[in-house]
């Protein structure tokens, strides 16, 4: 089974910066896919960014491009979101998921961590 578990949220000043991280266990580095997802407050759950188990590329949604980063340590069970240049709009709970189609996974199933909250705030 696996299991996701965020940390590194906080609040921080717009422009600011967060490294936000997520433990994985029961993670298959060679099959599942795993991302940054986000949901602010009354807004729907939106994809942020992926990292891919076939080649370790990344993607981004257009609103953080140029200024996040997703990357893994050496075994790849722990993923990584960099935030630099922060904006009130990047506020939510952030969660890390496997196997979701945001990131190229078509079916069922895939899993969740529980979430981090960002606030930035002007």
């Known amino acids: 089974q696996v299991q996701l578990v965020e940390s590194g949220g906080g609040l921080v000043q717009s422009g600011g910066s967060l490294r936000l991280s997520c433990a994985a266990s029961?993670?298959?580095?060679?099959?599942?896919?795993i991302g940054w997802f986000r949901q602010a407050p009354g807004k729907e759950r939106e994809g942020v960014s992926c990292?891919?188990?076939?080649?370790?590329?990344?993607l981004y949604a257009d609103s953080v491009k140029g200024r996040f980063t997703i990357s893994r340590d050496s075994t790849g069970r722990t993923l990584y979101l960099q935030m630099n240049n922060l904006k009130p709009a990047d506020t939510g709970v952030y969660y890390c998921?496997?196997?979701?189609?945001?990131?190229?996974?078509?079916?069922?199933?895939?899993?969740w961590g529980q979430g981090t909250q960002v606030t930035i705030v002007p």
């Open positions: 998921a496997t196997d979701q189609p945001f990131c190229g996974y078509i079916g069922p199933g895939g899993s």
């Open positions: 029961g993670f298959t580095v060679d099959y599942d896919n």
């Open positions: 990292i891919m188990n076939s080649d370790g590329s990344s």
